[in-house]
């Protein structure tokens, strides 16, 4: 299927990937449809048509995909129904196995270990009594992580010794859950990798990535050489998973950097946060490639267009830095547009090198 210019591209979620994604898209002719249930949102100002309404709304769904040519997606935690009424509508990319093995944590593991991958120990927890012998098999240190809907590091419980297993039950308020062993690495990395319809792939150099409080922090390519000697086989086991789910559009995929190798951590089928850098850093950026992806056009150049490029997020009053930023030569400011708040992901700057 190619959607030429001209055509109406409808994302699903209106933050600050769907903005980027829409101002991608503008760059090569199309309008944006953004479908959400927020009244505002980063993506407001910059899309053609804003569809305020909940994903359980049937009526609405159907408006929405009667008024684009292709759905794609700025988050994976879209209900399941809300998938289903659409693809019998218009074309979903990427396509709903990507959204359901990825929105669940004991699934996209199981996928990265069947397609020979390494990943932490895990094992799927539903209760008390699961975990108390989920933690007699694993042990500590280990994290309990809810199966799905978590991120920037909410969601899970770091457990240090048996006595915390009720207390950390309690914080996931009964939530299905992965129970995982810690791994011991020296770095995270991650994979971007755009893959096309037809199994064309394009793929940016691998950055390292810096979290703090577990929020990303930066991401800098060219990563060190730990990272270096790792990335080709990161690269094709992402390569392995893309072409198992006939994934159309951006996949990331977050990986561990150890002494052993690279392990793999959680993928998200879609533009990322470690990708921000690629706006400036690279020909063809993340959000540009996927929306030629989407659309059934040729991939662009992921050639980086700096010796060294880092991508730093600002998070709450970081953004209130910008009068500074903006007199740095090197520094290229994106701001989200948000009411500032603590712990909230306002921008980024990036500068190349």
Same mark, same amino acid.
């Given at each position: 299927?190619?959607?030429?210019?001209?055509?109406?591209?409808?994302?699903?979620?209106?933050?600050? @990937?769907?903005?980027? /994604?829409?101002?991608?898209?503008?760059?090569?002719?199309?309008? *944006?449809?953004?479908?959400?249930?927020?009244?505002?949102?980063? &993506?407001?100002?910059?899309?053609?048509?804003?569809?305020?309404?909940?994903?359980?709304?049937?009526?609405?769904?159907?408006?929405?995909?009667?008024?684009?040519?292709?759905?794609?997606?700025?988050?994976?935690?879209?209900?399941?129904?809300? /998938?289903?009424?659409?693809? &019998?509508?218009?074309?979903?990319?990427?396509?709903?196995?990507?959204?359901?093995?990825?929105?669940?944590?004991?699934?996209?593991?199981?996928?990265?270990?069947?397609?020979? +991958?390494?990943?932490?120990?895990?094992?799927?927890?539903?209760? /008390?009594?699961?975990?108390?012998?989920? #933690? &007699?098999?694993?042990?500590?240190?280990?994290?309990?992580?809810?199966?799905?809907?978590?991120?920037?590091?909410?969601?899970?419980?770091?457990?240090?010794?048996?006595?915390?297993?009720?207390?950390?039950?309690?914080?996931?308020?009964?939530?299905?859950?992965?129970?995982?062993?810690?791994?011991?690495?020296?770095?995270? #990395?991650?994979?971007?990798?755009?893959?096309?319809?037809?199994?064309? %792939?394009?793929?940016?150099? %691998?950055?390292?990535?810096?979290?703090?409080? +577990?929020?990303?922090?930066?991401? %800098?390519?060219?990563?060190?050489?730990?990272?270096?000697?790792?990335?080709?086989? &990161?690269?094709?086991?992402?390569?392995?998973?893309?072409?198992? @789910?006939?994934?159309?559009? @951006?996949?990331?995929?977050?990986?561990?950097?150890?002494?052993? +190798?690279?392990?793999?951590?959680?993928?998200?089928?879609?533009?990322?946060? *470690?990708?921000?850098?690629?706006?400036?850093?690279?020909?063809?950026?993340? #959000?540009?490639?996927?929306?030629?992806?989407?659309?059934?056009?040729?991939?662009?150049?992921?050639?980086?267009?700096?010796?060294?490029?880092?991508?730093?997020? @600002?998070?709450?009053?970081?953004?209130?830095?910008?009068?500074?930023?903006?007199?740095?030569?090197?520094?290229?400011?994106?701001?989200? +547009?948000?009411?500032?708040?603590?712990?909230?992901?306002?921008?980024?700057?990036?500068?190349?090198?």
């Amino acid at each position: 299927m190619i959607l030429p210019p001209g055509s109406t591209i409808g994302i699903l979620g209106g933050g600050q @990937l769907g903005r980027m /994604l829409a101002m991608a898209a503008a760059q090569l002719g199309y309008r *944006s449809h953004i479908y959400a249930p927020e009244a505002s949102g980063p &993506a407001t100002e910059v899309s053609a048509e804003w569809t305020k309404a909940g994903y359980d709304d049937a009526d609405a769904l159907a408006r929405f995909a009667e008024s684009v040519g292709v759905v794609t997606y700025e988050f994976e935690n879209v209900p399941p129904a809300a /998938l289903d009424r659409l693809e &019998a509508l218009v074309p979903i990319r990427p396509g709903k196995r990507s959204l359901e093995i990825s929105r669940v944590r004991e699934r996209e593991k199981t996928l990265v270990r069947d397609l020979g +991958g390494r990943t932490a120990p895990f094992r799927a927890v539903g209760s /008390l009594a699961q975990l108390r012998d989920a #933690f &007699a098999e694993i042990g500590a240190p280990s994290i309990l992580k809810t199966s799905s809907l978590g991120y920037d590091g909410k969601g899970q419980v770091r457990l240090r010794d048996g006595s915390e297993l009720e207390q950390a039950w309690e914080a996931v308020r009964g939530a299905l859950c992965v129970l995982e062993g810690f791994v011991t690495f020296d770095a995270e #990395f991650s994979v971007l990798l755009c893959r096309a319809e037809s199994g064309e %792939t394009a793929v940016w150099d %691998t950055p390292e990535n810096v979290h703090t409080h +577990g929020i990303l922090d930066t991401s %800098t390519t060219p990563a060190r050489t730990l990272i270096l000697d790792q990335a080709e086989r &990161a690269i094709a086991l992402a390569h392995k998973i893309a072409d198992e @789910l006939d994934h159309i559009g @951006l996949l990331t995929c977050e990986f561990f950097a150890t002494a052993d +190798g690279p392990v793999f951590n959680e993928m998200a089928p879609r533009v990322h946060n *470690s990708g921000h850098w690629t706006i400036e850093g690279a020909v063809t950026s993340q #959000f540009e490639n996927h929306i030629r992806a989407v659309c059934g056009l040729p991939l662009g150049s992921t050639t980086r267009t700096g010796a060294r490029v880092e991508m730093k997020n @600002l998070i709450g009053e970081d953004a209130n830095d910008w009068p500074e930023i903006l007199r740095d030569p090197a520094a290229k400011l994106h701001l989200y +547009g948000k009411h500032v708040r603590p712990g909230r992901k306002m921008g980024h700057v990036t500068r190349l090198f």
